[in-house]
């Protein structure tokens, strides 16, 4: 059973910039495919970005994020980040960290077999 923890959501004005945290416990967390999603009040949770299992070196960012956004891990401490830069108040959401033990790398809320509780990013204009 795996467990994610989320951290680093906040208050930030438009055009300023948060880094994400999601501390994982598992075992091997390197086989881990990883993914941040979000969701604001009244839509779907939707992805932002995912990391596939290292050694896959692949990774995924949804249309609305390119070139803002980066998504990386760092295996020797179980954790996988987001770094959000160029902040919109269109980026206002609940962000959630999500897992899954696959060598594959998911786009959809329900591949992933674990996710954290949440952490609320919210911009102002």
């Known amino acids: 059973q795996a467990q994610l923890v989320e951290s680093g959501g906040g208050l930030v004005q438009a055009g300023g910039s948060l880094s994400l945290s999601c501390a994982a416990s598992?075992?091997?967390?390197?086989?881990?495919?990883m993914a941040w999603f979000r969701q604001a009040p009244g839509k779907e949770r939707e992805i932002v970005a995912g990391?596939?299992?290292?050694?896959?070196?692949?990774?995924y960012y949804a249309d609305f994020v390119k070139g803002r956004f980066t998504i990386s891990r760092d295996d020797g401490k179980n954790t996988a980040a987001l770094q959000m830069n160029n902040l919109t108040p269109e980026d206002t959401a609940i962000y959630y960290c999500a897992a899954r033990r696959d060598y594959g790398l998911g786009k959809k809320v329900n591949w992933y077999a674990y996710w954290g509780q949440g952490t609320q990013v919210t911009v102002s204009s």
């Open positions: 990391i596939s299992y290292t050694g896959g070196e692949t990774t």
């Open positions: 598992v075992d091997t967390f390197s086989d881990y495919a």
